[in-house]
């Protein structure tokens, strides 16, 4: 059995979320921190490793440099730059490409051939770049994808019919970003359709519209009100990242490259996919209705147009 072993790159709020939720919930053997600024990250080694005679299990942490990478299960990037008030997603884009071009490089020079998690942003983008330079099989470069906004629909969801929300099983789908959707036809609270609950119960079939638009503008608000969302993504990260380690096979809405499944080929796009310890072990395909479809078409045009204006020069130079 390989070692447990999980190097997180970027040690902001978001990757620091996620090494307090993996500290708080063992699971992992050895976590390595990496960031271009070592004077905080040996900090943040020393400030997680005295919680350790509180945590479930034994656990090394340490700040550490891209040879740790060859032996790691998951490697999990965090890093780059957050948007910038006036600034658009492609001007992010641009920026955070060439960050992931240098990480990625680092990585791999180690001799790494396991999976790496993406979750800078715009996610769906950066993990095609990932997948790209890192010549991996597409399977073990999954970006986040839409794992935190299921989350959200599902609390959301939970809150307004009065039940637990391990028992909604509801996904978004499509872009991690404005354009996603909910496939509501494949949207159930423990055996039975959300669709037909809210008929049974009289809930205003309008009020699904009301919970996907507070899933959108959940980033916003929390962002207006703290300046920036960490924890939740942080909580995901670790539910992913232990899916894979666990060899789970675990259904999460991941960003994964499609090729022909929705129709679509060649793009990274939020879609319910099986995760175990090879990554990406199959894409779940769903019947959407037209509507639905029409959305995950728009959330692939967005992100191939953003794509082709200028990161895949990026990636090639």
Avoid at 2 to 17: A, D, E, N, Q, Y
Avoid at 70 to 99: C, F, M, S, Y
């Amino acid at each position: 059995m390989k070692k447990r072993k999980v190097v997180l790159v970027g040690t902001g709020f978001v990757g620091m979320s996620m090494a307090y939720s993996m500290l708080n919930s063992g699971g992992i053997e050895e976590l390595i921190l990496i960031d271009i600024d070592k004077e905080k990250t040996k900090g943040e080694e020393m400030d997680l490793s005295h919680g350790l005679p509180y945590a479930p299990q034994k656990m090394v942490i340490k700040a550490g440099d891209y040879d740790e990478c060859k032996d790691a299960q998951v490697v999990v990037i965090t890093a780059g730059v957050a948007q910038k008030p006036g600034q658009t997603r492609l001007e992010l884009a641009e920026v955070n490409t060439k960050i992931m071009k240098q990480i990625t490089n680092s990585i791999m020079a180690s001799g790494f051939n396991g999976n790496i998690v993406v979750a800078s942003n715009p996610v769906d983008l950066m993990a095609y770049v990932v997948w790209k330079v890192s010549g991996l099989p597409k399977s073990k470069v999954i970006g986040s994808g839409t794992v935190l906004d299921t989350a959200r629909l599902r609390y959301l969801m939970a809150d307004y019919l009065k039940v637990s929300s391990k028992n909604i099983h509801a996904y978004i789908m499509g872009e991690h970003g404005d354009s996603s959707f909910v496939p509501w036809d494949h949207a159930y609270v423990g055996c039975k359709r959300v669709k037909d609950i809210m008929k049974d119960g009289k809930h205003p079939m309008e009020d699904l519209k009301k919970i996907h638009e507070g899933v959108v503008n959940a980033a916003y608000d929390i962002i207006e009100k703290k300046k920036a969302t960490y924890y939740g993504i942080g909580m995901a990260l670790n539910r992913l990242v232990r899916a894979i380690i666990d060899n789970e096979n675990s259904i999460l809405t991941v960003s994964t490259y499609l090729e022909n499944e929705y129709g679509q080929n060649g793009v990274y796009i939020g879609v319910p996919a099986i995760i175990n310890r090879n990554g990406v072990r199959e894409i779940i395909q769903l019947n959407l209705n037209e509507y639905e479809q029409e959305k995950l078409d728009n959330s692939c045009k967005l992100m191939k147009e953003m794509r082709e204006k200028s990161i895949e020069k990026l990636i090639n130079e």
